[in-house]
């Protein structure tokens, strides 16, 4: 598959939408498993509509008749929410869009189609039984999966098909796949953005965000869908003091993923950013902390899993029903517990500018194995979600974006930091983007 888009937004802005939008509506008509619905009218209207207002010289957003997509999450007016399951197929209708959703059309974006995802948003592999799973655009030799939950979000920005990605994030589910397919994800702080019309997976842990091509990007998409706009300015590399982990989140990496991170690191050490290998002990605590998902997503699905459990992913419904267990008491209490872990993990991160490690430890596996073992597909989930989804449990921001060799296989880099750091975190995003992307 060509890349119609193989630039950041910024490149774009002098070049006319109306075709561009038919290469891409072309593409994805061919793309297997990335999109399940698409709005070919609706993208093309949205594309005419900027190319005219840019003859007549109106000052245009910078997502104006440019394409993006929407994971099958997320309601669209007319149109009956999936979220990647057979299950809700005899819902009604959405009323309204999704408040991110009216906000990418206020800004003029030619929504091209929703995407793919794993049944419920519930792994952070990225397959489904129901739709067929994209396979990453990164090895063309071989089927690896794609990273998930927003799989299908994740491969139309890979594949040049969009310019972003709408998606959601409640343990990595931007970050991971971003990570898999060698393009940009940004989580933001989760109360920053809506989440009203999204089908949840848990309450706590959900959030709103999107992939692109570059850091800038993220940037430009998160102003257009978050309920305050950032002021992220320039900042220089030289001097930060940024952080990273010896506790968990360097256990078994690949090679490939070491070597990667090791060279990355470097290659900021040299552009005078202060790198701090340091224990960060609460993080031996995550893993058992961070129960919400099967809870919250059993009080939201129980009476359909009660009806339909058969016409659910086997491997999605077992994690669901995970949540039976949990009382009151033991759910209330793991909020209280969150809270104090937050308080212990700010502590510790104040003295830095901000958090790093290895987005995930590993390349993108192979597909098959995953699809015919669940043993195999248990161990790399767990695996992809380890180290992305502490920030969630954190409350905290972050981004990941490529720090692997060209022509290699992608590697990301996790820039991380607490609770409405947004901005911090993302101006410290750009200076590393710029000194990992410096010949």
Not at 385 to 397: A, F, H, K, M, Y
Request: proline share 7%; glycine share 6%.
């Amino acid at each position: 598959m060509t890349n119609p888009i193989s630039t950041p937004i910024t490149n774009l802005a002098s070049i006319s939408r109306a075709p561009l939008i038919e290469q891409c509506i072309a593409h994805a008509e061919t793309a297997t498993a990335v999109f399940t619905r698409l709005y070919p009218e609706a993208a093309r209207v949205a594309a005419s509509h900027a190319d005219a207002m840019h003859a007549a010289g109106v000052r245009l957003s910078p997502l104006a008749g440019l394409p993006v997509s929407v994971k099958d999450l997320f309601d669209v007016a007319g149109e009956t929410t999936l979220a990647g399951s057979v299950v809700l197929k005899e819902r009604l209708p959405a009323q309204s869009d999704a408040p991110v959703v009216a906000r990418l059309r206020q800004a003029g974006a030619a929504i091209l189609g929703k995407t793919n995802m794993t049944e419920f948003a519930f792994s952070g592999v990225g397959l489904n039984p129901h739709y067929g799973t994209p396979a990453n655009p990164a090895d063309t030799t071989l089927a690896r999966i794609p990273g998930g939950s927003s799989s299908g979000a994740a491969v139309s920005v890979a594949a040049g098909l969009c310019v972003a990605g709408l998606g959601s994030d409640t343990g990595g589910s931007i970050r991971i796949p971003a990570a898999l397919c060698g393009i940009v994800g940004f989580k933001p702080t989760a109360r920053r953005v809506p989440s009203a019309g999204a089908i949840p997976l848990s309450t706590t842990l959900d959030t709103i965000c999107a992939m692109t091509r570059s850091v800038a990007d993220c940037v430009t998409v998160d102003d257009v869908i978050a309920d305050d706009t950032l002021s992220v300015r320039e900042i220089p590399l030289r001097g930060l003091r940024l952080m990273v982990p010896s506790t968990v989140v360097l256990d078994t990496l690949e090679p490939h993923v070491a070597a990667s991170f090791s060279s990355a690191l470097s290659r900021l050490s040299a552009a005078g950013a202060a790198i701090i290998e340091t224990p960060l002990a609460p993080l031996t605590e995550a893993a058992e902390l961070n129960r919400f998902s099967g809870a919250e997503s059993y009080t939201w699905h129980r009476d359909v899993l009660a009806a339909r459990e058969s016409d659910y992913d086997a491997r999605v419904a077992k994690r669901i029903k995970t949540g039976i267990a949990m009382s009151a008491a033991d759910y209330i209490d793991l909020h209280r517990r969150r809270r104090d872990w937050i308080a212990r993990m700010e502590q510790a991160l104040a003295p830095y500018d901000a958090l790093i490690m290895p987005t995930v430890p590993v390349v993108a596996p192979e597909m098959a194995p995953l699809e015919v073992s669940e043993e195999t597909f248990f161990h790399f989930n767990g695996l992809l979600l380890r180290n992305t989804s502490t920030i969630n449990l954190l409350d905290g921001c972050a981004i990941s974006m490529p720090c692997h060799a060209q022509g290699t296989l992608p590697v990301g880099l996790s820039v991380a930091g607490p609770a409405m750091s947004d901005a911090r975190i993302l101006a410290v995003a750009l200076a590393i983007e710029r000194a990992l992307t410096t010949p």
